[in-house]
């Protein structure tokens, strides 16, 4: 079983950027889908970006370009990053890192991931 912990969130101006990281321990090449939710008060859990092991990537549509997410592999350690640019206050949120075997529906849909991170919390001030 893999356990993700995520760092990286902060308080940022509108207009600025941010990175966020997530370590996976315990990765092995079974765990096919790397992902990034954001939960913001009130609102449902939504996907923002996915890796999948074969390298594609997929966007939540509202993503529109800014956001990035990669995935370094580096002396034995797997790191799943996500990099936040033009950010805006609708950005603010949780941000959870997710990570699943398998899909049997949408890439981007949280009930397809097994095992979350604890979240840190992205704040974009007005």
């Known amino acids: 079983q893999v356990q993700l912990l995520e760092t990286g969130g902060a308080s940022v101006q509108t207009g600025g950027s941010l990175k966020l990281a997530c370590v996976v321990s315990g990765y092995n090449f079974n765990w096919r889908y790397l992902a990034w939710f954001r939960q913001a008060p009130g609102k449902e859990r939504e996907g923002v970006a996915v890796?999948?092991?074969?390298?594609?990537?997929?966007?939540g549509n509202f993503v529109n370009g800014r956001f990035i997410i990669s995935q370094d592999n580096t002396d034995g350690k797997v790191t799943v990053n996500l990099v936040m640019n033009r950010l805006t206050p609708e950005d603010t949120g949780v941000y959870f890192c997710a990570a699943t075997q398998r899909l049997s529906g949408w890439v981007l849909d949280q009930r397809q991931y097994t095992t979350w991170g604890q979240g840190t919390q992205v704040t974009v001030d007005s």
């Open positions: 890796i999948w092991n074969s390298g594609s990537k997929t966007y």
